[in-house]
């Protein structure tokens, strides 16, 4: 059963600090790992997408992967109020046209 | 706007009813995807097609059956549901990596429909 973990908070941090979210899962043969937002009411959107350990940057978003402890992240600097949503974590195991597994999501607050 | 497009995007319908949810996708993709999202669970995976065959069926109830006529259009044709069957139905799509391009596998999702079964 492959199984995907976020703490579902809500986590809360300050506008202009670092927020980051955290990710584990159980199939230790997954090769993507993609964050998505999801704001209430709306569809998931992508954040990033990583495939090789060690961390990937795009503009104020860092996604940082290790494989040997299962274990993926997200760092958002500088948070803004309009980053406060849910973000979801999904994992996948093959190439291909394979199906994500998802995390519950963590719901990230931006208190101004 | 991702590209793929869901009709309808709310739909109310008792348990004696039939009826069908439509996905379209306009991004040149060959895999398509069903997910249903319930209040309080992570996103599950229900149908995998790719190149128009189905590659996965995730345990889901006959109650629900899907049809992909083509790579770029996906329905769910739903009978009889039961009211825990309410959700936010998601459709999604993606490159197929076997196709030859590396890292072209990210899905992409459709607005969803909201489902309430009386």
């Known amino acids: 059963q492959k199984e995907v973990e976020q703490n579902s908070g809500p986590l809360s941090v300050p506008e202009g600090a670092i927020a980051s979210l955290n990710c584990t899962y159980s199939?230790?043969?997954?090769?993507?790992f993609f964050w998505y937002r999801q704001y209430s009411g709306k569809s998931p959107e992508l954040i990033m997408s990583?495939?090789?350990?060690g961390d990937k940057e795009d503009g104020r978003f860092t996604a940082q992967l290790n494989k040997a402890s299962q274990y993926v992240s997200l760092l958002i600097r500088d948070s803004q109020p309009s980053d406060s949503a849910t973000y979801l974590c999904?994992?996948?195991?093959?190439?291909?046209?394979?199906?994500?597994?998802f995390g519950k999501g963590t719901h990230l607050i931006i208190q101004p | 706007e991702t590209g793929v497009t869901q009709t309808p995007r709310h739909l109310v319908m008792g348990m004696t009813n039939k009826k069908s949810l439509k996905c379209e996708q306009h991004?040149?993709?060959?895999?398509m995807y069903w997910y249903k999202q319930s209040a309080k669970k992570p996103l599950e995976l229900m149908f995998v097609?790719?190149?128009?065959?189905?590659?996965e069926n995730n345990s889901v109830p006959s109650r629900f059956s899907p049809e992909c006529p083509n790579s770029s259009h996906l329905f769910l044709h739903l009978h009889t549901l039961q009211p825990e069957d309410s959700a936010l139905y998601l459709c999604?799509?993606?490159?197929?990596?076997?196709?030859?391009?590396?890292?072209?596998?990210?899905?992409?999702f459709g607005p969803g429909t909201r489902l309430l079964v009386l």
């Open positions: 990583i495939y090789s350990n």
């Open positions: 991004l040149g993709h060959n895999a």
């Open positions: 999904a994992v996948r195991s093959g190439g291909g046209a394979d199906g994500l597994t």
């Open positions: 097609y790719s190149l128009e065959e189905r590659v």
């Open positions: 199939d230790r043969v997954s090769q993507s």
């Open positions: 999604a799509s993606s490159q197929d990596q076997a196709s030859g391009i590396a890292r072209q596998e990210t899905q992409y």
